[in-house]
Every structure is written in C-alpha cells, then in structure tokens.
C-alpha cells in the first residue's frame, strides 16, 4: 500500500494567548503569555487560568441554537478566525461533502451546561434538569464532533477521541488511518476544551494546580495551570490538495496505553518512551534527526520528570525542547491539537519557542529546555501529549 503524505493545509486556533493564528504567533514570540489569576464563574479557586476572552458574548445561529454550550461556542469563535470556513468550503468542492472526515479530542466537552443547571434553584428544588435541555447536542462527548458536521455541513465519516490529555493528538492517527483506507479524502482533525468545575476543582483536588502561572521543568514548579483552547486542522493528502504554499505534513506519529495507573504516568516513562519510538519508527527518521520537541510539560513536579526519563530513553543526544503551556495554561483535550500548530508555526517561522516562566531548570531534567527563544533553520518537530490512564501520543512534522 502506497503511504499517504498528509498536509496541515490549512489550520486555526483560539487560545488565552489570542484569537486566531497571528495573536498566537505574535504572543509566542514576544512571551506575551495568556494566563491571570483564576476569574472563572464564581472564581474562589486561587490558581492561574488559560481563560479565552468573549466566549460568553457569543451566539450561534439559530437553527444550531440546540448545541449551545461553553465548548462549542468556543469552537464556534474559532472557525471565524484565519478563513477557515472559506477552506473547508474549498475542500467540499473538491472532495464532496461526504469524504472530509471530523475527528477531534475534547475531555469534558459540554459538561459545564450540567454544572450549571446541578447548581440551579431550579434543579435544588425539583430535582430534575429543564424538560428542553439537549444532552447530546450540549454535555455528550459527541457533541463538539456533531457541532461541526452539522455546522460545516459535512456527510463524512466522525468520531470524538476522549483519552484526557493526549486526545486531540490521537485525532491525527485516527485520521491518517481513515485516509489510507480510502474511507474518506480528507479530515478535520483537533480538539476543543473550555473551563468548567469538574477540571479545575478535580485537578485542585488532586494537588495538581498551581497558585502561580506553571513554570514546566522549573526547579520550584508546583503544578499547573488549567486552560481552554479550540484548535482545528485540515488535512488533506498531498497529492489532491489545492494549495501548494503549505510546507510542512504529519510525517509519524506513535501511540501507547501504559494503563499504569489511573492518573499517574509510569515511574520510568516506558508508554511515553514507547509512543515516541513508534513515532519515529513510522516516520522513518532516527532521534538524531528531531530538531526541537514540543513538551508535555505540564509543570507538575511527576510529569515532567517522568517526560524528561522517557525523552532520555529515546534520544540518547540531548534535545532542544520546551513547553508551550506558559502561553495557554494545560488545555487538556484540546493541547494536542494546539501543540500540533505550535510545532507547524515553529517549523514555517524557523522558531524555537521559550518554555515561558521557567526560570531555573530542576537539576534532574536532563534535556536542553530553552530557557530563550531561539531562530534556527528547523525541519522534523515531534510534540508530545501524554494523558491520565497511560494514554500516550507522539506526533512528529516536518516541511517539505
């Protein structure tokens, strides 16, 4: 079987670091980072947050008035950015409404619509949710994938991946396999998270979060910071896609489930080490080849320990890496999706970013963690995302 070559033809984001693909390139390169102290609903939870602004000012239209929640208003907001409904549009032209494939990640995608009607006089007194709410269109996971099918009035083939924090990575996997199949043409891949209570209350409750902005591979990191992004990519095969100014495809990818414990990951690395391995295997490039890797980092003390072990594992030479979350707070579901642009506008902008807010790297991290922001030629990036479970995702990408 011939092996497909996937371009990110076209891509958007929204983050706390900015709407859309210029704010977030602009933030990343002047360490202008998107998180403030916690403000979110009643906002009694003293730690930084990754919130996007204007979400709550935003209305979807009528005859989708049934999806409105935080998170596909979020999505919503997002598709407005960098044309990206024009290019979807494109490629329905091309391809047909019924072979563009949707695959994206979220972990708690409407669940803060339940919250809120749980916290509801309404509800204290009844006991019942509202007769005219729509669970599936707002708190089932399903929801964010349906949201956009139903929104770009696509036909193809959808499905939502919900692994935690590694699931808008797995997209591009889930994907790349639906193309080679033949199932679909093309696919919008990503993931979208927004705040809610059960992430930011669950992760204090954990000893997870931090009372200051996340500081990855710090010596006195104390946690993370929780944020909420929506990122979406269309991937389309080389050979059929319209534009020919976009220079950099997904060129591996590596997935493991270590199952080692329900939110701790292996003390030595081994799923993460292994989802990296098979990335490079898939890519056909060795370890020496990797330019610069887009951490996990996600600033807990275990985390990026056991990250840098398994980094270690894999890349016996030391590697130029940082984290990105200093910019948009951990976005849980949607970080895969959001690093996976990061690491294409570092290879486009020949950029290596600061892993912002680190100050003074632990002593028992081993790799080169860019304490500066560095321009250097680079072409193969690979990008991390490891989730609660021992759900494990490496994506690597390279120009053209």
């Keep these: ?53 204007g979400i709550e000012k935003e209305k979807l239209p009528g005859h989708l008035t049934a999806y409105e929640c935080r998170n596909n208003l979020l999505a919503y907001l997002a598709f407005q950015q960098d044309d990206f409904i024009n290019a979807i549009n494109s490629a329905k032209q091309q391809y047909g409404s019924n072979r563009i494939g949707v695959f994206l990640g979220t ?60 699931s808008s990575a797995k997209v591009f996997a889930t994907a790349y396999r639906y193309i080679q199949l033949g199932l679909c043409d093309a696919a919008i891949v990503g993931g979208v998270d927004s705040l809610c209570h059960t992430t930011l209350y669950g992760f204090n409750a954990l000893e997870l979060v931090s009372g200051k902005p996340c500081k990855p591979a710090d010596k006195d990191r104390d946690g993370l910071s929780i944020g909420e992004a929506a990122a979406f990519i269309l991937l389309e095969k080389k050979n059929t896609m319209r534009n020919s100014d976009s220079t950099v495809f997904l060129h591996g990818y590596g997935e493991s489930s270590d199952a080692y414990h329900m939110s701790s990951p292996h003390p030595e690395g081994k799923g993460a080490s292994l989802a990296m391995q098979q990335a490079l295997n898939t890519s056909g490039l060795t370890a020496h080849e990797i330019d610069y890797i887009n951490l996990h980092g996600t600033a807990t003390p275990v985390n990026d320990r056991v990250e840098d072990a398994a980094i270690n594992q894999v890349f016996k030479n030391k590697v130029k890496c940082s984290s990105t979350k200093g910019w948009t707070g951990h976005t849980l579901g949607a970080a895969g999706g959001v690093e996976a642009i990061y690491s294409t506008l570092s290879l486009e902008h020949n950029f290596m970013p600061q892993s912002l807010n680190t100050e003074n790297i632990d002593p028992e991290i081993h790799q080169k963690v860019l304490l500066h922001s560095e321009h250097t030629k680079i072409k193969h990036v690979a990008s991390n995302s490891f989730g609660f479970g021992g759900n494990n995702c490496c994506l690597i990408f390279s120009k053209c």
């Design 107 to 166: 972990s708690t995608s409407g669940i803060l619509e339940s919250e809120l009607i749980y916290q509801s006089e309404n509800y204290k007194k009844s006991g019942f949710f509202p007769e005219n709410f729509h669970f599936k269109e707002r708190h089932n996971s399903f929801s964010i994938s349906d949201f956009v099918r139903t929104y770009m009035q696509l036909e193809g083939p959808a499905l939502v991946v919900s692994t935690a924090c590694s």
């Design 1 to 53: 079987m011939t092996i497909t070559t996937l371009i990110l033809s076209h891509y958007t984001l929204t983050t706390a670091a900015g709407y859309g693909i210029n704010e977030n390139l602009t933030a990343l390169q002047t360490g202008h980072s998107g998180l403030k102290h916690n403000d979110f609903l009643d906002g009694d939870l003293d730690t930084f947050i990754g919130r996007v602004n």
